[in-house]
Nanobody, 127 residues
Framework: QVQLVESGGGLVQAGGSLRLSCAAS????????MGWFRQAPEKEREFVSA????????YYADSVKGRFTISSDNGKNTVYLQMNTLKPEDTAVYYC????????????????????WGQGTQVTVSS
């Protein structure tokens, strides 16, 4: 069982930056592929970014590519999402997700790929 706790959300002006953190419980964090999703009001939850268990590969939605950076620190059991040049359309609840996967080629953008989810953290970008 893995528990995920997100933090770092808040209110920021357009063009600003935030860094989200997702702290995971459990001793096998290094065996988990991690992802970030977001859900805006009245919209479906969508994929944002993912990082493989070893940090070897990262993946991004086209809408955030070049602005967001995902990283992980296995020593701290934490995955980060650095968000720069934020836009009002980035406003959403951001969710951290994890799945035990130590292979490449997973369907990282699919919600069903992930076994565990956090409660989410609100990010609001004002114009």
């Amino acid at each position: 069982q893995v528990q995920l706790v997100e933090s770092g959300g808040g209110l920021v002006q357009a063009g600003g930056s935030l860094r989200l953190s997702c702290a995971a419980s459990g001793r096998t964090f290094s065996s988990y592929t991690m992802g970030w999703f977001r859900q805006a009001p009245e919209k479906e939850r969508e994929f944002v970014s993912a990082i493989t268990w070893n940090g070897g590969r990262t993946y991004y939605a086209d809408s955030v590519k070049g602005r967001f950076t995902i990283s992980s620190d296995n020593g701290k059991n934490t995955v980060y999402l650095q968000m720069n040049t934020l836009k009002p359309e980035d406003t959403a609840v951001y969710y951290c997700a994890a799945t035990p996967a130590t292979y490449y080629g997973g369907d990282y953008s699919r919600q069903g790929f992930y076994s565990y989810w956090g409660q989410g953290t609100q990010v609001t970008v004002s114009s």
